[in-house]
């Protein structure tokens, strides 16, 4: 996800939660009873939506971030043990050296206020902050992936709320990490509430949405934009992160994309209760596109905007140009009916049956699949071979911290 490594080595709130399986009738699927807090800390709440950690934090960064690392702590350690020490060091033989200095120059230009986040989490996880710091930056030490991101609405969803699907696809390693996947509400400091959905230790946003109905998520653009990438800049993932927390509605975000420039190319979809745009981040422009006048915008990893005269050579195996054509196939198969679980229905239908989720057993996998209903804020989350569709009703917790 992030370009930077190649330099170096040659990325009292209540949960409502329920496991869904489609059944392939359309029916929406329902929120389940209220689920009791699996552990509290401090002003902090953990839920278990099914195998999924759900975390609700409060007060200042330093608060949230020891109630994070406290709350996760187990998983924290876990992770770091499987995925730094046993995978990356000692399967893969990545220099230790080479991994800190790749998330260094994650971590060194994070805004202060999210530093402190991490300072909080190594107060009381039993990691110290140099372990925080590299578990933070996991995605990094991977090559670049493909992933896949579909919304509906308007005559798709026959007047339905918008519906988003996002498959976040990596290579086949990561799908062992997933089982660590966690959704942060950040209910606390200064700025909108807002969640993102990651793995254990990774501040920052590759798929959120915060209490203004604003939901986004990242795709990566290296067969349009290629290895271009800069050091000195803020990396994008850190920066949607603060979009979240100080955009309050599309117009806002809009200004925020257009403002500042991005340290690699990026595909940043984004959504709200209206419409659905697709933004073609390159480091040195960005262009919006939007999608069909009747509600449909698929994005994988190429950019589609014409005005860049850029012609896909789909040669690097990500199979971008075919994921795409599978989405926006599917989708009009279903114009009309498209619904969460009509959702999850195309999202689960892998390349080889004219879907865009990765096979079991190729090299890239879909590691984690969400659908994302900003004009409910609500999230369904799966993990596949660990946890089926699981509903997130984000409202309620971010309905709480409107009530503090």
Known sequence: MHAMIWKFLAAAALAVCISLHPSGGGAEPKMAPLSEVAERYESGRLYRCGKLNVLDLHGSYRQMGRQYGHLLQDELRRLYAEAI????????????????????????????????????????????????????????????????????????????????????????????????????????????????????GVIYATTGMNAQGLFLELNNGFPSGGSLAYSNRVPAVVHLLAFLRDCSNMAHLDAALNSTRSNFTFIINVADREAAFAYEWLPFDIRRRTGKADGLLVATNHFVDPGWGIELQDTG???????????????????????????????????????????????????????????????????????????????????EADSR
């Not at 075919?322 to 892998?350: C, H, P, W």
């Not at 080889?352 to 369904?380: H, L, M």
């Open 317 to 399: 195996g990500f199979k971008t140009r075919e994921r795409r054509d599978n989405l926006l196939s599917l989708a009009e198969g279903r114009k009309g009916r498209i619904t969460v679980e009509a959702m999850m229905e195309i999202l689960d239908t892998d390349i080889d049956r004219g879907g865009a989720a990765w096979p079991a057993g190729d090299a890239i996998q879909t590691v984690y699949q969400i659908i994302a209903v900003p004009a409910e804020r609500k999230f369904w989350v799966k993990v596949p071979g660990f946890q089926e569709w699981t509903a997130v009703d984000l409202d309620r917790l971010f309905s």
């Open 85 to 200: 020490e046993g995978y990356f060091i000692g399967e893969k033989g990545l220099a230790p050296e080479a991994m800190r200095q790749a998330a260094q120059s994650l971590y060194a230009f994070y805004p202060h206020r999210f530093k402190t986040f991490f300072e909080g989490m190594a107060e009381t996880s039993g990691l110290a902050l140099e372990k925080h710091i590299l578990l933070n930056a996991i995605e990094l030490y991977g090559l670049l992936p493909g992933c896949s991101g579909i919304a509906a609405w308007k005559d798709y969803t026959a007047g339905g709320p918008l519906v988003f699907g996002r498959n976040y696809d990596w290579f086949g390693s990561y799908r062992s990490f997933a089982r660590f996947l966690t959704v942060t509400v950040f209910n606390g400091g200064d700025g909108i509430p807002a969640a993102i959905a990651t793995f254990a």
